[in-house]
């Protein structure tokens, strides 16, 4: 499922506040600074750091 544009474009990076970019069809936000990836499940972003798993630039 993706995330609303709108929404895409006010989240930010809990750890960094770097812009997040859709992956994965939707299924999660990958940091374009830090590298952090945020999972989605059921159409909401879980945006807590302790979810976040460490992902390659």
Request: aromatic content about 2%; charged content about 30%.
């Amino acid at each position: 499922m993706a995330i609303d544009k709108e929404l895409l474009e006010i989240l930010a990076c809990p750890s960094c506040h770097g812009d997040l970019k859709e992956v994965n069809k939707g299924a999660g936000l990958k940091c374009q600074a830090c590298g952090l990836l945020y999972p989605v499940k059921d159409g909401i972003p879980i945006l807590l750091i302790e979810q976040a798993k460490k992902e390659e630039k």
